[in-house]
């Protein structure tokens, strides 16, 4: 199979990663070159690591991420929202690993599409897709890792971190549906 990501292209990822987050990346990067592959068309990361710093940030810029991102690639987070906080406790551990992407060269909607039929024929394994728009950007992805590459379904289950696979934001992340 081909690499088709430089280590650079995972923007503000850490130079020295845990041993979870290197193996998340590898699993993501893995994840992505099945992507890349199947539609043979460039795909450029536009968000990857975030920190609480940068969480505050994008907020403050009238962005709406979420304070159980998997962009935070399982660093422990203060918990922020309080049903948050009456659902998790006081820290957020449960992320594992996200990318947000844009196809310059391939409609983004068939690029979900194809993500949509590659993980129901079981070729790759993936915690959420996500097409999102609006708020000024052009579409774009966001795909995290399983969570359960680093927790058991039943822990996940009983702390209520199991998200919806596939959703559809028309708004910037303010709101998010089903895909149908």
């Not at 309080?82 to 844009?102: E, L």
């Not at 359960?148 to 998200?163: C, E, H, M, N, P």
Request: glycine share 6%; proline share 6%; net charge positive.
């Amino acid at each position: 199979m081909y690499n088709y990501f430089s280590p650079e292209e995972f923007k503000n990822f850490p130079r020295r990663p845990r041993p979870v987050q290197a193996y998340l990346l590898e699993f993501l990067q893995r994840t992505l070159n099945i992507i890349r592959g199947t539609i043979d068309s460039p795909i450029r990361i536009t968000d990857c690591y975030r920190t609480l710093k940068k969480y505050k940030s994008l907020k403050k810029r009238g962005y709406f991420p979420s304070a159980t991102s998997d962009h935070f690639w399982a660093q422990v987070i203060p918990t922020i929202k309080k049903q948050n906080k009456i659902k998790y406790g006081p820290y957020f551990i449960y992320s594992a690993g996200a990318v947000d992407f844009v196809t310059p060269r391939f409609d983004i909607n068939k690029c979900y599409e194809e993500i949509r039929k590659l993980y129901r024929r079981g070729t790759i394994k993936i915690g959420q897709a996500i097409l999102e728009s609006g708020g000024g950007r052009r579409p774009w992805i966001h795909l995290s890792n399983p969570r359960q590459l680093i927790f058991t379904s039943d822990l996940l289950y009983r702390v209520g971190a199991i998200k919806n696979t596939f959703l559809i934001s028309t708004d910037g992340g303010k709101t998010y549906k089903r895909a149908a």
